[in-house]
């Protein structure tokens, strides 16, 4: 791009052609008032206030929507321009009411700095009080409309960055305000409480709906704790709590000036009554308060007794997808080397580290070809996307704002569901299982595997392989090839129980293109979820959607740190950087690092190391970050797992159902309380810093750690997470130097596009054919499980959440209108929902969107109780029918008081 000059204020500087005078002041230090401007957003030049003088011809620009042309010499602060600044400050403030004091923007209104900058303290015209009814109809946001300046900066930004549509301008003139449809309530609308609209607001027309107001006393930069986005914030502290939360509005960050309605508003569970202050042991059955002396002493004790006692392999280390990336690094570390054991896991179990275990798997012996499609931005430049078995309005909504985005600007996305989502009027083709009948199998069971083999075989057809990428980068492509050709397409359309039309559209869309995979619970969860995510690996190899920019794979991430809890090494298989244990080479690098031997035999996973308990042969657990009695299917014979174990150590920031059964807890640090990094589901690493201390006498995981690790003989433990990074950055060279990049990776990106010829070469899997599930005549419906935005994972955080618990959603069991007029169910009726494992009850709603037969229930609800429908056996087994969905009967609950 060709570069131009230009003078502004006498200062010469340069910018690319085709950027506007604004952004090149901007670039170069040169401040200009602006309210209507943000950087995310189109220009609208609405506002007048950025206005530049030709300092030739005395012409005025307004700079955000003038591009800056090669020897303008312009003034930004003349007379002139000083002169009409000011009179529309004026203005706007005739028709502000004045209530700064009270105001919750404060010090952080835009339009009070500007007036104080031209040095307006008060307007010189009459005053046109135009007063608004205040709104405080819901827990997230209030809108005091006699504060708005019109900028439309809410409207743009809710349907250029959110895509949500939810406000508009209405009425003319004086009257004229930014108003859902019709004008009803937002909660009535198709707003998502993302709080975009409050963050990018100048004024205090939208602000949170908060206990706090004012302005913070300070203001610190940060990483959202909750799903795997990733998100950069800013947090408002008074008093040594976090008051506020909003986007930092850092260009380039995966967020900007969005968020989610959790990001934004459900950060006050931190100041919950709940937080953990202090270390507990149990004494004569009940957890009491002790010392930080007693309680490391005790846990350090029991654990090298149990140890001497029954060997290594008798205790686990549950670590945390939440914690940060030096906590679980030093806690794996503990585990392998002081203790000597791989039963090491973390919550990822339960989302998307199965899929990034096969991946590893897959290209450990293939030069390490990068699967993964690197930052979200890269989906606006995509060529198509296939969306498989993920609802990222509700789990990430941050990723669904960049797919709608992507389709605005033309790109198709192909959607791969059992049920309509917040994306499917977005699809260019929606793919979906037909409405259940539950005849003989649960069709639903082989739906994802099957349609990607149709849709792979029918790519064939149309010469959608890749031949030059699959020469050069894999092997085993005509026996794959000669397997997908003899699949019977008849049984196979069967099996996949959806509509061939559709199908044969998805293939027309995506031939001939590289492909964007999202990839969510829905397959990964999924009974035949390894299979098909077998093929799917297979059908990226075959359209070559591999290394090249935006093509790969996006894994739906729904805790904070999946990715960087499995670098870490927090897992049963693999060390850190990913290097396998099963490998001796591999190995030896951390043996050599640690000076320590490390087994060399798998550890026990998640579900392993229930069993194991429950056979009596795991003695010891300690669970960092994690709550598994509320997170795991059947809970109850969770419970009693846990209750055959001798010692449990809690670690964790909240009172909990597992903190409840411990012999031993320390208080731990939330984000917010301590330093450290997470690796988002881009594979970028994100530094961040304490905004508070932590409350009472908890203690960062990397301090406690360390003081376990002293208190069982390894002083040289201690660590602060500087030298940890500088531990592993030493060991492994893809680690890289976190403090020397604003947005360090942590795997090296590796594009294929211009090897002659790799070193290595992947080979394609076997086509298999999925597994059914007979169908249960007692339980006739189909359960789909899924996340609301409001709550995430467990809902063990959010549930602590005041405004998240006030909001109007509960949780209720969604049901078709066909089955409900059958069974004469109207909203707000209570129903019983049975499995062969347990059941729940819980008000019901009707949703058109869902089809006969299958019926939808929202996860972290009423202590999560949607977990005991599911039966507990492992992910990815012949055995296991999945976590994402099971077969339940549904009943009506008379009300008992009715007649009386």
């Not at 449809?181 to 602000?207: D, K, M, R, Y």
């Not at 298989?573 to 640690?594: F, V």
Request: charged residues 25%.
């Amino acid at each position: 791009m060709e570069t131009i000059s230009l003078t502004i204020d006498g200062k010469k500087i340069s910018c690319p052609e085709g950027k506007s005078i604004l952004q090149a002041a901007e670039a170069h230090g040169i401040k200009i008032p602006k309210l209507c401007y943000h950087h995310s957003l189109k220009p609208f030049g609405a506002c007048r206030l950025c206005l530049v003088e030709d300092e030739q011809t005395g012409r005025l620009f307004a700079s955000c929507v003038t591009p800056a042309a090669p020897d303008m010499v312009l003034l930004s602060d003349s007379p002139q321009i000083l002169k009409h600044r000011r009179n529309i400050i004026s203005l706007m403030m005739a028709e502000h009411p004045e209530s700064c004091i009270l105001c919750n923007k404060g010090n952080r209104c835009h339009l009070r700095m500007i007036a104080a900058q031209l040095g307006i303290g008060e307007t010189r015209f009459y005053p046109m009080p135009n007063y608004k009814k205040l709104e405080e109809l819901n827990p997230f946001i209030t809108r005091d409309l006699s504060k708005c300046i019109l900028c439309g900066k809410c409207i743009r930004a809710d349907h250029e960055l959110v895509c949500a549509g939810a406000i508009d301008y209405n009425m003319r003139g004086f009257n004229s305000r930014p108003v859902t449809l019709h004008e009803l309530p937002l909660e009535n609308s198709t707003c998502t409480f993302c709080g975009t609209c409050v963050s990018i607001c100048p004024t205090g027309a939208l602000s949170a709906n908060a206990e706090f107001v004012g302005t913070p006393e300070r203001e610190s930069t940060s990483i959202c704790g909750f799903c795997g986005v990733g998100c950069s914030l800013t947090l408002g502290v008074a008093e040594n709590q976090v008051v506020d939360v909003n986007p930092s509005h850092i260009e380039k960050s995966v967020n900007d000036a969005t968020l989610c309605v959790r990001g934004h508003f459900a950060h006050d569970f931190l100041n919950s009554t709940q937080r953990l202050t202090q270390p507990l042991v149990r004494k004569e059955k009940k957890l009491t308060p002790t010392s930080w002396d007693e309680a490391l002493e005790i846990t350090a004790k029991r654990l090298i007794e149990i140890k001497n006692q029954h060997g290594p392999e008798s205790i686990a280390f549950l670590g945390s997808s939440k914690c940060s990336n030096e906590e679980n690094y030093l806690f794996q570390k503990i585990a392998r080397t002081i203790i000597g054991t791989n039963n090491v896991d973390n919550g990822g179990y339960m989302s998307g580290r199965l899929f990034l275990d096969l991946v590893e798997e897959r290209t450990d012996e293939a030069g390490r070809f990068n699967f993964f499609a690197g930052p979200l931005s890269g989906l606006e430049q995509a060529e198509i996307i296939f969306v498989l078995g993920a609802e990222p309005a509700q789990a990430a909504p941050v990723l669904d704002y960049y797919l709608k985005r992507s389709v605005r600007k033309g790109i198709p996305l192909i959607l791969a569901n059992s049920r309509k989502t917040d994306l499917t009027g977005s699809a260019s083709v929606w793919l979906h299982p037909y409405a259940s009948s539950l005849s003989k199998q649960n069709s639903l069971d082989t739906f994802y595997l099957e349609l990607v083999n149709l849709i792979s075989a029918q790519l064939l057809g149309k010469q959608g392989a890749d031949t030059s990428f699959i020469t050069r980068f894999t092997s085993g492509y005509e026996e794959y090839k000669t397997q997908l050709l003899s699949l019977d397409p008849e049984t196979t359309v069967k099996k996949a129980n959806c509509d061939l039309d559709a199908i044969k559209t998805a293939v027309d869309i995506l031939a001939g293109k590289k492909i964007t995979f999202v990839v969510g619970d829905g397959v990964m969860l999924h009974r035949n979820g390894k299979e098909a995510m077998e093929a799917l690996l297979n059908l990226a190899l075959m359209t070559g959607s591999i290394g090249y920019k935006g093509a790969g794979f996006h894994i739906l991430a729904k805790e904070n740190n999946l990715v960087g809890s499995w670098d870490m090494g927090t897992v049963p298989q693999t060390l850190p950087g990913r290097l396998m244990i099963s490998n001796e080479k591999d190995r030896h690098t951390w043996e050599k690092a640690w000076k320590a031997k490390i087994p060399d035999t798998r550890g026990l996973d998640l579900f392993q190391m229930i069993e194991k308990a429950e056979a009596g042969s795991l003695k010891a657990l300690y669970i960092m970050g994690e709550n598994p009695l509320r997170s795991l299917p059947q809970p109850d014979r969770c419970l009693n797992s846990l209750e055959n174990l001798e010692f449990i150590v809690a670690q964790d920031i909240l009172y909990n159902e597992t903190v409840a059964g411990a012999d031993v807890v320390f208080p731990g640090a939330a984000f917010s309380e301590k330093a450290g990094s997470f690796t988002n589901m881009e594979g970028i690493i994100q530094i961040f810093s304490p905004a508070v201390s932590p409350p009472g006498n908890a203690k960062s995981d990397l301090e406690i750690l360390s003081l376990i690790a002293e208190k069982m003989g390894f002083p040289e433990y201690r660590s602060t997470h500087e030298d940890i990074r500088k531990e592993i950055s030493t060991t492994i060279s893809a680690y890289l130097d976190t403090a020397a990049s604003k947005h360090p990776i942590w795997i090296r990106e590796k594009s294929l596009k211009n090897d002659n010829q790799a070193e290595e070469q992947i080979r394609f899997s076997t086509v298999t054919s999925g597994k059914e599930t007979l169908c249960d005549a007692d339980y006739p419906f189909i359960a789909l499980f899924g996340s609301l935005r409001f709550h995430l994972g467990s809902g063990t955080r959010t549930e602590q959440s005041k405004r998240i618990s006030v909001c109007d959603s509960k949780g209720e069991i969604e049901v078709s209108p066909i089955d409900a007029e059958k069974m004469k169910l109207i909203a707000d009726d209570r129903v019983r929902v049975t499995s062969a494992t347990g059941e729940i009850e819980r008000k019901v709603t009707i949703n058109r969107n869902i089809q006969t037969g299958y019926i939808y229930i929202p996860t972290a609800y009423n202590q999560n109780d949607a977990r005991s429908l599911i039966h507990l056996l492992p992910l990815n087994d012949a055995s296991s029918s999945g976590w994402d969905s099971c077969q339940v009967m549904l009943e009506k609950v008379e009300d008992m008081t009715m007649g009386q």
